[in-house]
């Protein structure tokens, strides 16, 4: 393994179904220079079958794999930008990520309850509101989540992205 002496950044772009994670995350990795983007969507549904593990252990198991390319991208020389639901994963994240040369930005988008109507509507994912206004709820209600927040409503995908890269408020410090 090479040794790595400049600071890496890892963007983790948060928020419920519908508030423009993906797009955002997306137009975000093509901005930042050497970057690979982590869809955590992606490894959440590799499990198939008949053996499909309980919702618990798929999503330990899909952040244990976000780490793990995490870590993997960030010791070849590559920013990382990951796209995932973050509940209650961060400070978990943060502490298996502290020994790395890394800044951590963390952002969660979020957008008005009728405009999360208006989107998933538009891609035929409705049946997804509930989950998705339930985590707006808890994500907007939690103290701790205040500095992170960027409300999506209306922006363009473009200045949600631009505020990510320039603004230093969603600076995570990471701990040994």
């Excluded at 975000?28 to 992606?42: H, M, P, S």
């Excluded at 989540?145 to 969603?170: A, C, H, M, R, W």
């Amino acid at each position: 393994m090479q040794e790595i002496s400049r600071e890496h950044l890892i963007y983790l772009i948060s928020g419920p179904l519908g508030v423009g994670k993906s797009t955002t995350s997306i137009e975000l990795a093509r901005n930042v220079k050497q970057c690979v983007l982590i869809e955590g969507d992606v490894i959440l549904h590799m499990f198939k079958g008949e053996s499909e593990p309980s919702w618990e252990e798929r999503l330990s198991l899909t952040w244990k794999n976000i780490l793990a390319l995490t870590r993997n991208f960030i010791q070849h020389d590559f920013n990382v930008v990951i796209d995932f639901v973050v509940e209650d994963e961060l400070d978990w994240f943060c502490k298996h990520i502290s020994d790395l040369n890394v800044r951590l930005k963390y952002v969660i988008l979020t957008a008005d309850k009728e405009k999360l109507i208006e989107r998933l509507s538009i891609r035929g994912d409705i049946e997804s509101l509930e989950r998705s206004l339930f985590l707006l709820n808890k994500m907007e209600m939690s103290s701790s989540n205040k500095p992170f927040i960027n409300d999506t409503t209306l922006k363009q995908t473009t200045e949600i992205v631009e505020e990510i890269i320039n603004d230093s408020g969603y600076n995570v410090f990471i701990h040994n």
